[in-house]
T-cell receptor, first 114, second 114 residues
Framework: TQLLEQSPQFLSIQEGENLTVYCNSSSVFSSLQWYRQEPGEGPVLLVTVVTGGEVKKLKRLTFQFGDARKDSSLHITAAQPGDTGLYLCAGDLYYGGSQGNLIFGKGTKLSVKP | DVKVTQSSRYLVKRTGEKVFLECVQDMDHENMFWYRQDPGLGLRLIYFSYDVKMKEKGDIPEGYSVSREKKERFSLILESASTNQTSMYLC?????????????FGEGSWLTVV
């Protein structure tokens, strides 16, 4: 069974603090996506990382794909209450064929208090 | 932008009723998916389809069926709703093939079975 372990499961911090969320697996992914989901809504894509060692920045969010493409991290600098939500990672096991095989982490529920 | 539209955001149904959840995507995506999302369990794949009239069971297909008569539309059917099917249902789509499997989600359908 392919697993994507996401940690921490819950995170409650004060506005202005930094945080990091991790996704780890023993599987190698062709790409990995990060999503943010607000209560009652569907997940919204934040970023896709494809190349081992790749770093992408989205304002105060920094995403990194591990060199071996088995893990990824999301770092938020100076968190704000608007960052509150559920963060999901999803790994794509596609290596050919007509469709991929996506596996999801269980999510990190982030709460940023003013 | 890709748009995945789920026709019903909130539904309340009685045990034993037949329930249809409709999903439409507007980007000519090959692959479409139905997930359910429950606290502590994350996203679980119910069914997916990689072509018109084609369907594949996901991790938890029991009690569900699907229909894909047109490329843009993927329907989830609960033949006889039960209380343990109360959940948030998410439809998603991907382009498929070597072009990548970034997954785009609909806004979700909250189903309560009483």
């Amino acid at each position: 069974t392919q697993l994507l372990e996401q940690s921490p499961q819950f995170l409650s911090i004060q506005e202005g603090e930094n945080l990091t969320v991790y996704c780890n697996s023993s599987s190698v992914f062709s790409s990995l996506q990060w999503y943010r989901q607000e209560p009652g809504e569907g997940p919204v894509l934040l970023v896709t990382v494809v190349t081992g060692g790749e770093v992408k920045k989205l304002k105060r969010l920094t995403f990194q794909f591990g060199d071996a493409r088995k893990d990824s991290s999301l770092h938020i600098t100076a968190a704000q209450p608007g960052d509150t939500g559920l963060y999901l990672c999803a790994g794509d096991l596609y290596y050919g064929g007509s469709q991929g095989n996506l596996i999801f982490g269980k999510g990190t529920k982030l709460s940023v208090k003013p | 932008d890709v748009k995945v539209t789920q026709s019903s955001r909130y539904l309340v149904k009685r045990t034993g009723e037949k329930v249809f959840l409709e999903c439409v995507q507007d980007m000519d995506h090959e692959n479409m998916f139905w997930y359910r999302q429950d606290p502590g369990l994350g996203l679980r794949l119910i069914y997916f389809s990689y072509d018109v009239k084609m369907k594949e069971k996901g991790d938890i297909p029991e009690g569900y069926s699907v229909s894909r008569e047109k490329k843009e539309r993927f329907s989830l059917i609960l033949e006889s709703a039960s209380t343990n099917q109360t959940s948030m249902y998410l439809c998603a789509s991907t382009l498929g093939g070597s072009s990548g499997n970034t997954i785009y989600f609909g806004e979700g359908s909250w189903l309560t079975v009483v």
